[in-house]
């Protein structure tokens, strides 16, 4: 009996060992089928003319934005280079300006002579008029 017991128990573990590999073939089989499949798919994917129109466009449109940024910094550098000489000009034009609105050394010089001798002038009156006035006042005392 023991012989039976044993060959049975060894029969169902042969069985077992059977079927796990049996299950491990088909799913190494499955395995391999699934990443045929995933690399043939890709390769259809990556080797059709979509693909290729699409990786052009978008090459394209990398370029023309690059080609746009370009264009838009010459525009901008164009604009800051009118900018900027038209600032100097300004700012010729307000030197220029102030140079002629501030007077020389000799023209502030001329400029208080004539105001001294307008106060001069002024002072001088007032005491003519003063002492006319006060002769006035004596020869009418007298």
Do not use: C, N
């Not at 990398?62 to 700012?91: M, P, Y």
């Not at 007077?103 to 001294?116: C, F, G, H, I």
């Amino acid at each position: 009996m023991p012989t039976e017991k044993f060959s049975a128990e060894k029969a169902i573990q042969e069985r077992r060992q059977r079927s796990f590999d049996m299950e491990e073939a088909q799913r190494r089989a499955s395995d391999f089928y699934a990443k045929g499949l995933v690399t043939t798919l890709q390769d259809a994917k990556w080797g059709s003319d979509a693909t290729f129109e699409k990786s052009m466009r978008s090459y394209q449109s990398q370029h023309d934005r690059l080609e746009a940024e370009t264009v838009r910094q010459q525009r901008l550098d164009t604009r800051r280079g009118k900018l900027a000489e038209l600032i100097a000009s300004e700012r010729d034009d307000f030197t220029r300006e102030l140079t002629a609105r501030v007077p020389t050394k000799e023209e502030r010089l001329e400029t208080m002579r004539s105001k001294a001798d307008e106060i001069k002038t002024g002072r001088d009156t007032r005491r003519a008029s003063s002492a006319d006035a006060s002769r006035r006042m004596l020869i009418r005392s007298e």
